[in-house]
């Protein structure tokens, strides 16, 4: 019997989980994951990236490593830009079109704006690991610049707002405070660090929405405990190169504005000519195959799936890998001729870390983690689940490191047109 | 007595020595670092990150940080245009001229073409952060591209030249040599890596022509042992998009030219008025003040100085060093009215590493070390020396991990492309 072929879109946490899931499959399959990066990005980390508190290498685990003990799993770095759902050939941007028998598309998401007029031409993001490094860049170059001229920080040179109150916005304006008060208030001895303010900007009424109340009223204490400002109810009409104005005509002027409002599917999506679900992710039936083509399954936020009371799922990590697990053993059933199973997902709990000794978790059974204990749980289960043995080791290390003196050793600012020059053929 | 102000261009090994040292002095002076970036590069380990063995961010450690405690001594991140040594100015790129009372320059080397026709335009280099990124990106993308399209291999979309047998050279070949045979050939199973190759072209007749002739005699024996091609009395004649042509007229197909040939005194020695010496750099006298302006010092790879017999100093980081702690004490002297002292530079050794377990060393006293005593010294001595104690430790995990797996867990590719994506203003 020849072998199957399953070709991956995407190797973020829902694609490498089906790619590794079927290198243990008990079926013929063999596995081609494709990326148009070489690495894995553990997302739950770019706000660390973001502010100096890791590098970027130590949340990249290349891919080639990841699956180079899973003998039918081949990598291939490649840009999608369609697919070929007749001849069922996956097309790339620069080579042969990839042939498959089974197709998972996992192409992720990226930031969307929502509308919202300015955020494509001044907003920064915080969705891939460029986006980390430059919002690192970013801020950085924002202070040495107010360091050379104070008078700057007058339009708001120092301040940054931070657009949506999720997991990722609370995670990135808790950590930028310490960052401002903790480390760069001692970089630059001459400048009122106190001056450099981040502003939280969210258009419901409160941080955390998914959250349970006791971790809301948390998360908004240790945020403004931090030096957080924190405006609710305030959707944000516009952003330009002097700040955001709110739909109230508030005016908040601030030199950088970090878009973590919410995302999208990502730009292929576009490309195939498949129906949409809510929020513009791939239509999926119960068992996460597109209906006119049972061979194609969607996964993670590139999917529109919806559990038996039609509510969709949350964008999470743990859907997306749930998701995998349950699409390798739906192909391992069709290879059996066994009909698929509808997918269910188990919550196990989400959580969000505010700062040092701050975290919120809600495990399942309404149980709530805060303060030193939620901490804690964060920190280790993000070791646990970051790929490669050498980058928890690193990454412990930065972490024991940044605890125990209040640093954050990784301040590098790298210039795109230094790294840009292609001096090479 | 009011402060005297002792501006130091350049924060590499020379310039960040002058500011440390200074920072401890007895005398009434405040130093200004000015860099146009806001870390130092530990550029011993540049090879080290273009061949995915380190991350870029663990051996640039902050100068903000470095400094932080030197109360004295203020950074500025800004590019030197130039200098008014009437009026003692020190003109940036992009703000207010900074007064000093004393100038030390140490604005280091840049790579050096020595005339060879399309090194500009075609070759890499190892010279700092932004290149070694660069020199990673490029290998990792050409085994990329052999992948996909293995015919390209006949065109030396797989070879490598380096240009230049002196330690980085070396240093670069035997760790490409490393990366391709142990780490890459894993990565790619179904490419035939044993056709990618390093090939060392050096314009003499040896390797390493500072070191003694059992090192260099090591050092061939072990860059074979490790598959690197040598090809000794083969000046280059010109580089172009495929490969390099030899004086001799025989061609090298290479997709991939890295150019480690030698080093010219950084292009602000073309904007300073001032006498240049042999090899370009920027001529001083005996206690490396610059004969018409003694309030000006020059050291390292910036300064064209030379012993008491006339023989220009070696271009290393000890040279640089040493030269820095006798620039701090000549502005003591000339503070306490007293006159400044002829340098002396005390050849303390020099090492080069070859591989794993591989490392040649010269010390003083004929002392020679190789094998893996010369590689553990070589560690241990680099582990020393890197700044921060926190780099020190990811580095040493990185190097065990290396040394126990076989493994570079630092193959990240980003494109300059996402990089330079300025959402921002």
Partial sequence: ???????????????????????????????????????????????????????????????????????????????????????????????????????????????????????????LHLKSLADAIHVRRS????????????????????????????????????????????????????????RAEVVLVEATDSVLQ?????????????????????????????????????????????????????????????ALALPRGRGGGIAVGPDLSVETRGEVFVIGDFASAADRRGRPYPQLAPVAMQQARHVAHSIERRLAGRPTRRFRYVDKGTMATIGRRSAVAELPLRIRLGGTLGWLSWLGLHLVFLIGFRNRIVVLVNWVWNYLTWDRGNRVVMPPTELEEERGP
């Fill in 210 to 270: 998914s959250f349970s109340r006791p971790s809301r009223v948390e998360a908004v204490r240790e945020l403004r405990a931090r030096g957080v400002e924190i405006r609710l109810d305030a959707p944000i009409a516009s952003v330009d190169g002097d700040g955001v104005v709110l739909r109230d005509g508030t005016r908040i002027a601030a030199r950088t504005v970090i878009w973590c409002a919410g995302v999208q599917p990502s730009p292929l999506a576009d």
């Fill in 1 to 123: 019997m020849d072998r199957v072929r399953v070709v991956v879109i995407g190797a973020g946490f829902g694609g490498l989980t089906v790619a590794r899931s079927l290198a243990h499959a008990s079926a013929p399959v063999e596995v081609v994951l494709v990326d148009r990066h070489n690495f894995h990005t553990f997302s739950p980390l770019l706000y660390q990236v973001a502010t100096a508190g890791v590098a970027p290498d130590d949340i990249a685990p290349s891919l080639r490593g990841v699956v180079r003990r899973d003998r039918n799993v081949e990598f291939e770095m490649v840009e999608v830009v369609g697919v070929d759902f007749e001849s069922r050939r996956v097309l790339v941007a620069d080579g042969a079109p990839i042939a498959y028998d089974y197709l998972v598309l996992a192409a992720g998401a990226v930031s969307s704006d929502f509308g919202v007029p300015g955020v494509a031409e001044h907003a």
């Fill in 139 to 194: 801020v950085l170059c924002r202070f040495e610049a107010s360091d050379r001229d104070p008078a700057l920080i007058d339009d708001g040179e120092l301040r940054v707002v931070v657009a949506g109150g999720g997991p990722t916005g609370v995670e990135l304006s808790g950590a930028l405070a310490e960052l401002f008060t903790k480390v760069l208030a001692k970089d630059f001895r001459d400048l009122d660090v106190q």
